[in-house]
């Protein structure tokens, strides 16, 4: 049985033992592998001869005659060999074997007694290190250098205390060797004799006076080392020699900080009884003894740091006491013994936080009782965002927490920075036990917060019709309005609540309050296509024909959605159909502008006025032929739409409908007897437009309809008389196709074509051709160039121009540097003029490309719109699988990137339409997660492969890291079939920044995609494939941004790349055509790691287009 007492010993002995275990073991490779296995290195050989193997076998086995045989036939003592995984000399391989008789004949042959090995440990420190005692005494007498160090700076002393060669260590010492000398670490003889366990070294070290209180380079002790292994024995002997306990580490770690870590409570105890410093604080985060072992939640270490008159209320460099880490931790049993010991329950962090604060936040029931019976004060708020115990233990979800710091008297009506009240925040979590239990607390049910929000404001928003029941029960005001003049009704009418929305009703809310935009709940409801809650709002006697501040109507909402059946419900409520905006628009034109022929249908039925003209003078028809919606073109037309009706600028329908290239409706209208030769207020003509736009199709239809081509004006407003020219012959099949294509037509007329611009030139040109075609049924032979002569450019030569067209236009990276910087000023005045920090500009507006598709200059396109996100105050998810988040907080199901959260309507944002002063807006909604998800481009994987710039890399992982400046949160939208059920995470703070880092190239290709997708792909006039979404275009360039090197982003690879893009959508398009596919997932998540994006309805009235 091994004793307390005998370790030390044990040590000593079991070291001994392995040195002589790997000497033997040494001895017997040498023996058998004999002098194969020491090469003699010099200037005329590489490998020892027979003779010199002799010789070092003689060495090695101490065999004195042949030893010297081989020195009297001329064998050399200067010459090295390799040998122990160094190179030495004969006598160094001697002393390294110990064999005493090799020693002293090499010595008698005049051997140098000093010379350092290649690691420069001499004859000394080998047998030293290897405990031989007589051949170290035998050296000793020759009076060699006892502190001669080794390479690594270790003497033979330290080569000795290391392997616990207690009497080599006593022989040195008595040859008056340096008891002190370190190596190069710092570290003297004591230390790794402490580190080794050599208990009868470290005696002899002590008695040797050498210094126990010498600190290596790092600053460590002898102490500290035996304190973290734990050797109390060790650390006895220490101090009884007068270590120094309170010596501090590079990181200001005593010996306790470092007994304490590792749980040592015996060695503990001995550093106590040593009088160590117990107030001593590390630097890193200022803590002192008592904070680590309370972290570590031991009581007995806590005990006896006390007893030692440890500070019990010392603080932490953030302001934390021993008694709030144990209320953070839950350590109840230490908690408690801190009390009884006297510890102040209510000292705060520098950042406000109390003990009691800290239970709350992480859902420690019992400790928060212990610290209510410790007479904790219960309102005190942390300093940031002025939350109290309360509210955040309600946040959370910890309603037991709550009901006892209710039964406490707290405050239940202290409210946060945002003025958020715990009855807010229990109303937005839904926790229906909580708010009873705020009730019966006398919570001031209708406390506002800054916005202007109450309880039942945020209930009716989420669906909650229970709490709301509960809330207006208790009288809620119904009718309170928010500071954008919303009542509880709008928030629920917005979200599609219709339980909510009757239960309003039934408690008198007011119908038709309006906020101050002007919109109604009955509008909300239509804006969203909640047909429910517009039936109730109707039959409760909702005012219909109410205007909105822009003079929308809700018919003219629902008109602009396509709500059909809300539409219908309108009409029959006796919605005023022609009720015109501040523009003069009218149901009928934004339905005949969206294309909704249901709605026109219903309106026209509902005996609209087909001909009402908005301000510039656009009527429906020419609305609905501007946009190619051939259906509505004929619903109107068969109403008895004018179909000649011109705008302020004198055009028709037939002029719009020409100009852009619909010929499915400049059909209808020639069918309808529109007026083919109408001109404009600047004397155009439809068939010029078609001309002009060289939309051949059109032309000939306008051809065969008798249209007039005697004039067309060119771009100087000079009339060509092109008939007269094509009369007289001088141009035939020569003169279209030599170098200039107009050289025969300099004497056609006084008008100066060689001062053409080229689009005067390529219309006449397109003219001509369209005359000769009229004549000729080969024309198209005569005309064009052959296709085996004709030299397509090059994709270098294309890409060039390109790059070059895009670049006049102001695709730069250095204008859209300034786009997101012009974006990020936006965001710092929307929250310093709301007072909210929780305002973010996100979008293609903030990400600095695509926001308008013809260039790069401010200005936000007439298609597209500024993104405005508001995070809600104080809401709090946490996804199950992601949260790391102690205590016992509400975790939400995590799946296909989103999380399972009943109670919200699928609708991400909310429009308010732009005009000439600003552009459209769309609010966003959203609430934080408490951590991102695996962030998949980050994965170690991944990045191995990844052609994104490692500083990319870099910002992105900073940003997940700096969660308060670009939080993680989710918006209003569920896959497929679960509106209301789900809510969808967000990365659009990550997809900013990888949008930003796009150089000139990597961003016009961007742009190039995203027109493609746009205005040929998902447009009605192109290929009308329906689900393709800019969000696919992101992710296409992000996954190009991680396969494609730096190199291959130059101009002139620029159609090449946009090529190569283009055909990943077409794959992953084709490759989604499955039948399983039933919600059209077309791409897999860029960061997230979850199945394709879902796209709606992904459809093509071409089943070959696709592929295009």
Partial sequence: VTTAASVPHCYAALSSLRSLIDLLSTVCIFLM???????????????????????LSAVATGDGKTLRRCVDNGASLCDTFDFYQMRGSPLQLACAFGQLASVKLLLS?????????????SPLFLAAKNGHLQVVDHLITLQVDVNCPSVAGESPLFAAAQNGHQKVVQSLIRAQADVNLGNCDGESPVHIAVRNGHMTVIDTLIKAQADVSTQANDFCSPLHIASQIGHSQFVESLIRALSNPDLQTQTGNTALH????????????????????????????GSVPLHVATLYGNLPMVTELVKAHADIDAQRNSGATALYIAAQTGNQRVLEFLIRAQADVNLQRVSGESPLYAASFNGHTRVVSSLLEAKADVSLQEKNDRYSPLYIALQNGHEDVGELLIKAQADVNLQSQFGLS???IAALNY?????????????????????????????????????????IRAQANVNLSSHNGETPIHCASHNGHAPVVGSLIKADARLNPQKYSGETPL???ALNGHSEVVKLLIEAGANVNLQRAGGETALYIAANGGYNQIVDSLIKAHA?????QVTGETPLNIAAHNGHPKVVELLIKAQADVNLQKDDGCPPIFIASQNGYHEVVDLLIKAQADVNLQTNAGEAALH??????????????????????????????????AIFCLHQDIVDLLATAQADIDILLDERFKIIKVPNLVERRFVDEASLNDADGLSNLSNASDFDYGAMSDVEETVLKFVLRSKNSSESEDSEEMDEPSVENAVPPSDAELSLQLHAKLSQSGFLDSRAALQTSVADVLQKILRKRLNNNGIYVVGSYSEGWGNNLKTVDGRTDIESDIDMMRLIAGKLYHPRGVCKCGGAVVQQEFRNGHIVCPGFASNPSEASYGSNLRPAVDHVVASRLCSYPAIAPLLPDRVSKSKIPKPVLRSLQQHIDAFDTSPCHVVHAASPGRGGHELRVSTSFLERLLLRSLNTVQGQMFIALKYLVKKVITHESGYNVKGVKPYHVKTITFRMLEKTSPEEWRPENLVNLTRQSMQMLADSVESSCTPDNIHGQVLSHFFLRMPRYISKALTTKNPQSSRH
């Fill in 258 to 285: 470092v007994a304490i870590d590792k749980g040592h409570l015996m060695v503990v105890r001995e550093l106590l009884k040593a009088r160590s410093d117990v107030n001593l604080k590390d630097n890193r985060f």
């Fill in 431 to 471: 926790s229906l036990k909580a708010v009873q239990s705020l009730l019966g607390g006398m919570a001031d049910v209708d406390l506002q917060s800054l916005d202007g929000d109450t309880a039942i404001h945020v209930a009716s928003q989420n669906g909650h019709k229970e709490m709301v029941d509960a809330l």
């Fill in 656 to 689: 719009i409908a020409s100009y852009k290239g619909h010929r499915r409706v400049v059909e209808l209208l020639i069918k309808a007897q529109a007026d083919v030769d109408i001109l404009t207020s600047s004397g155009s003509s439809a068939y010029y437009f």
């Fill in 33 to 55: 592998q004999g002098a194969d296995r020491i090469q003699r290195v010099d200037s005329e050989s590489d490998s020892p001869s027979t003779s010199q193997q002799e010789f």
């Fill in 523 to 525: 509008q909300a409801a």
């Fill in 576 to 580: 005023i159909v022609d009720l015109q």
């Fill in 422 to 424: 715990p009855i807010y």
């Fill in 109 to 121: 042959f005049r051997a140098d007694p000093d010379p350092p090995s290649n690691l420069g440990e």
